[in-house]
């Protein structure tokens, strides 16, 4: 799944090539890329034409489209294969080509979303007073995010009673934090992945969220982490961050600090990297 570098790499591309635009017309190829948007797939396109869509908004790793001139905004679900492109209108229509929109400008270009394996979508929601689609106003703020509070973040760590990287993957504390980002963070500070949560110091707390952030605008100066051609910005190319994946991926391979092979455990369903040198397991209590 794409996780907030994808997201936002994606985010930018659209704000660049899409805000301030007007829609022409939708075009719903197949129906269960809205399938989230309840009245159906003719409505979703009748609803979008005529209205300008405002600049893209991003919480964790949701994405969304207002329209300018109404309360509502075109959440975007990538899922697992999920792409916004922007194309010219002679461009050849993609394989998995879901959903097209055209603009009354005269750019030339059109915003298609192409999904392989149509587990993502598009969805038009309300929005809540803060600009969210009320569907996602559940979601806490993410660590790039100027208004994300730390020391609200630390206390309910506390409170939690977890292992750090499943909260670490819980949206409802932060949000944008998926499985590569959780590994790499947790082995630049040198945390384990089951270590308890309720004995988290407000200053180790801090020393994580810095690797969370860094270990993030690291991957967005790159486009993101880009394992096969499905995840690519808005133009098709692909990131190239999982050159730099100190931890994720490299079971077997000497950590880049001491050289000690990294291991990988099964872990809910996905697996988790680490180095067994670098980051200790937890004391099990007796």
Not at 26 to 52: K, M, N
Not at 83 to 103: G, S
């Amino acid at each position: 799944m794409p996780e907030l570098p994808e997201v936002e790499v994606v985010r930018r591309g659209l704000e660049r090539w899409v805000a301030h635009r007007t829609v022409a017309d939708a075009e719903v190829l197949h129906p269960r890329a809205v399938r989230r948007h309840l009245s159906g797939a003719d409505d979703f396109a009748h609803r979008l034409e005529g209205h300008r869509v405002g600049v893209p908004s991003r919480r964790g790793k949701y994405l969304w489209l207002p329209l300018e001139d109404t309360d509502q905004s075109v959440l975007a679900h990538l899922g697992m294969s999920g792409q916004l492109l922007v194309q010219p209108h002679t461009a050849p229509d993609e394989k998995h080509l879901r959903v097209r929109v055209r603009f009354t400008d005269t750019l030339d270009t059109e915003l298609r979303f192409v999904d392989q394996r149509t587990f993502g979508g598009l969805s038009l929601h309300d929005n809540t007073p803060d600009g969210l689609p009320d569907v996602i106003a559940h979601i806490a703020r993410d660590p790039l995010d100027p208004l994300f509070d730390e020391e609200a973040f630390h206390q309910a760590l506390r409170r939690k009673r977890t292992t750090i990287k499943r909260a670490l993957l819980d949206q409802s504390l932060i949000s944008g934090v998926g499985n590569i980002y959780a590994d790499e963070a947790l082995w630049r500070a040198r945390i384990h992945y089951e270590r308890p949560t309720a004995g988290f110091t407000r200053p180790r707390t801090l020393l994580l969220l810095g690797h969370v952030r860094d270990v993030m605008n690291a991957a967005l100066a790159v486009g993101g982490t880009s394992f096969d051609s499905l995840y690519v910005n808005v133009n098709g190319e692909s990131g190239y961050f999982d050159r730099s994946l100190d931890a994720y991926g490299r079971e077997g391979l000497p950590c880049r600090r001491c050289g000690t092979p990294v291991r990988r455990r099964a872990w809910m369903n996905r697996s988790s990297y680490f180095c067994p040198r670098c980051q200790r397991a937890p004391r099990v209590s007796s």
